[in-house]
């Protein structure tokens, strides 16, 4: 374009270099903010770590930034999208992580803003989001059980802390068609936020899994899952009685 170079995409191999090593040294910086963040919203420090989530201080920045350019050449941290034209890592505001691993590797990242007014709250690395977050909880999931599909991290780290399968989409309308593959051989229920993009992306998710000759269900909630968890101290109860009346009334419709 006019006035910008436009940098070459990362190989998918270093891209997945650059993003394991970031969170190899984020994780070595003090967690403790990070943690606390998260157990605010009722998400445990087990459930953070095994979903590989990690964090470093403001005061660590510099230290971070340091690391990486030993580890990398400064062309393939600015190509990742991780650091800037000026050189600088460009998550600063946003210490947060939260990878998406495919096969066990981090492929991507977003982060969010653990302060209030910082807007935007989330940032993250060049590219599009390559899979749904938590994707590779699937891999070892027998057919036939349940997995619900939400918007956003802290929704899917919310049900995994209560023992429920979870798929996230960045974004009420973020799902992708090739993304119903490795969905087919389970039973799919919808949990996104209750407001009108909420709705919409679940009915028009809906139309793209009959097309493949998949149902989903959807649980209707007042506002979002860690809201209702949060809000509700039988939330795992009244959430497994509610995915009951959404797949009775999947089952209606057909």
Avoid at 37 to 51: E, F, N, V
Avoid at 224 to 249: I, K, Y
Wanted: with cysteine; proline share 4%.
């Amino acid at each position: 374009a006019a006035g910008q170079h436009e940098l070459e995409t990362l190989p998918v191999e270093r891209l997945s270099a650059v993003c394991e090593r970031f969170l190899e040294i984020c994780r070595g910086e003090e967690q403790t903010e990070g943690v606390n963040y998260l157990a605010r919203r009722g998400i445990d420090a087990g459930t953070m770590i095994r979903a590989g989530v990690a964090y470093f201080p403001r005061r660590a920045y510099r230290r971070v930034m340091r690391r990486m350019l030993d580890c990398f050449a400064l062309d393939e941290l600015q190509r990742s999208g991780l650091f800037n034209a000026q050189a600088h890592l460009t998550f600063y505001h946003h210490r947060l992580l939260f990878p998406f691993y495919v096969e066990k590797r981090a492929v991507y990242l977003q982060a969010r803003t653990t302060a209030s007014g910082v807007e935007p709250r989330w940032h993250n690395m060049r590219g599009g989001v390559p899979s749904l977050y938590n994707v590779d909880a699937l891999n070892d999931l027998p057919s036939g059980e349940i997995v619900y599909l939400v918007e956003g991290f802290t929704d899917t780290l919310t049900l995994c802390a209560y023992g429920f399968t979870a798929v996230g989409l960045v974004g009420a309308g973020g799902f992708k068609e090739e993304w119903l593959a490795p969905l087919a051989r389970f039973r799919v229920v919808a949990a996104l936020d209750g407001d009108t993009a909420g709705f919409r992306a679940a009915a028009r998710y809906r139309e793209m899994f009959a097309v493949r000759g998949m149902q989903l269900a959807r649980v209707e909630l007042p506002s979002d899952v860690n809201d209702f968890f949060q809000q509700h101290p039988s939330a795992a109860l009244e959430f497994t009685l509610m995915t009951e009346a959404a797949e009775e009334r999947a089952r209606g419709k057909e």
